[in-house]
T-cell receptor
């Protein structure tokens, strides 16, 4: 297993453009999480899925953000009409709901720069 | 008040030193406590996990939880340059992991 993979690793875009990130979790993991991390801060929860169901979205997540996990495998995170404040590292993580520790396995992230 | 707070550092120590990293939290309902390590340009990875108050040891690492004070610590003995990273304390709450802001550690050879 190659772990959690994210694509692209780095995206530079102009303000107002739409961007989409993809996450491929560890194959047997049924939970998938999206976090956002800015410089000097810890990861901030955005949303998570159990299989294909989106179970929770952060109240901090604006309507410009949408996430999907259509077949309970890979997930996409789309940001519409990007703003400079959206510049951050977007981290995907997966886990097993029946895990004793609740350990999250993270990808290496997708870095977004909005000019 | 943020749910989880840490001294951001940066913390710089010589190789072989004992390192103490600390974290406080506000929600007394937290019961599962973790330390994640994050190397530069990488995602976080789980380092230590503990459920109860007290100490848990794993090699050079010891995690300590004091629920009465809402205070957790990570001790690193005989620190190595490879320990240079950001250390994130974290708690599980409602199927989510809540992270602190992290403490940046540099171990100087």
């Amino acid at each position: 297993d190659t772990g959690v993979s994210q694509d692209p690793r780095h995206k530079i875009t102009k303000r107002g453009q739409n961007v989409t990130f993809r996450c491929d979790p560890i194959s047997e993991h049924n939970r998938l999480y999206w976090y956002r991390q800015t410089l000097g801060q810890g990861p901030e929860f955005l949303t998570y899925f159990q299989n294909e169901a989106q179970l929770e979205k952060s109240r901090l997540l604006s309507d410009r953000f949408s996430a999907e996990r259509p077949k309970g495998s890979f997930s996409t995170l789309e940001i519409q009409r990007t703003e400079q404040g959206d510049s951050a590292m977007y981290l995907c993580a997966s886990s097993l709901s029946r895990s004793d520790t609740g350990e999250l396995f993270f990808g290496e992230g997708s870095r977004l720069t909005v000019l | 008040q943020k749910e989880v707070e840490q001294d951001p550092g940066p913390l710089s120590v010589p190789e072989g030193a004992i390192v103490s990293l600390n974290c406080t939290y506000s929600n007394s309902a937290f019961q599962y406590f973790m330390w994640y390590r994050q190397y530069s340009r990488k995602g976080p990875e789980l380092l230590m996990y503990t459920y109860s108050s007290g100490n848990k040891e794993d090699g050079r690492f010891t995690a300590q939880v004091d629920k009465s004070s809402k205070y957790i610590s990570l001790f690193i003995r005989d620190s190595q340059p490879s320990d240079s990273a950001t250390y994130l304390c974290a708690m599980i709450w409602s199927d989510k992991v809540i992270f602190g802001p992290g403490t940046s550690l540099s171990v100087i050879p």
